[in-house]
């Protein structure tokens, strides 16, 4: 298995516009957890789904922020509007294969510059 | 919720020295503490993990213990290489789900 793909590795833009950050967790994962992390705060959780469904947001700092999980190989999220304080490496993780198994798997991440 | 600590942040030691990191928790629910290390432009890479039925865990030069009583664990690492130099992260989930991180310990082997 490829193990967690993220896409972009790197992510540059500008104050005020959208960002999109997409997740294909490892085949037959049913949990998928999305993280910050910066310098300040260490690795925070945003958000996780099981089964495709959000159980937990309330990790999410604000409305700007939002995550959807269309289908069980793929998981966005979104930043709309962007601000500089959105800085941060965005991790993508997935977990599962049993009821008991917590083991994460964690993806490369996102680089995320706003400017 | 849970809140994890660690300490130290930054650790150095010799190349053959053993290194110990050490994270105390907070909810007594927490039954499953993971340890993670995370190379330069990597996401964290699971490495050792140990459930709160177990005290101590080992696996090649890397162990951790856990003392549930007093709500602190720790990971060992016996005749460090160089190539142990990474930031490594202690975890504490209550549940299957709600894993929260300490705040790391860069760790550098000197050769």
């Known amino acids: 298995d490829a193990g967690v793909i993220q896409s972009p590795r790197h992510e540059v833009t500008e104050m005020g516009q959208e960002v999109t950050l997409r997740c294909k967790p490892i085949?037959?994962?049913?949990?998928l957890f999305w993280y910050r992390q910066t310098m300040m705060r260490g690795l925070e959780l945003l958000i996780y789904?099981?089964?495709?469904?959000?159980?937990?947001d309330s990790g999410m700092p604000e409305d700007r922020f939002s995550a959807k999980m269309p289908n069980a190989s793929f998981s966005t999220l979104k930043i709309q509007p962007s601000e500089p304080r959105d800085s941060a490496v965005y991790f993508c993780?997935?977990?599962?294969?049993?009821?008991?198994?917590?083991?994460?798997?964690f993806g490369s991440g996102t680089q995320l510059s706003v400017l | 919720g849970e809140n994890v600590e660690q300490h130290p942040s930054t650790l150095s030691v010799q190349e053959g020295d053993s290194a110990v990191i050490k994270c105390t928790y907070s909810?007594?629910?927490?039954?499953?503490f993971p340890w993670y290390k995370q190379e330069l432009g990597k996401g964290p890479q699971l490495i050792i993990d140990?459930?709160?039925?177990?005290g101590e865990k080992k696996d090649q030069r890397i162990a951790v213990t856990l003392n549930k009583t007093a709500k602190h664990f720790s990971l060992h690492i016996t005749e460090t290489q160089p190539e142990d130099s990474a930031v490594y992260f202690c975890?504490?989930?209550?549940?299957?789900?709600?894993?929260?991180f300490g705040a790391g310990t860069r760790l550098t082997v000197k050769p």
């Open positions: 140990i459930r709160s039925n177990v």
């Open positions: 789904f099981n089964n495709n469904v959000p159980i937990d």
């Open positions: 909810d007594s629910a927490s039954n499953y």
């Open positions: 975890a504490a989930s209550p549940n299957n789900n709600d894993m929260r």
């Open positions: 085949s037959g994962h049913d949990y």
């Open positions: 993780a997935s977990s599962g294969l049993g009821r008991h198994d917590e083991k994460l798997f």
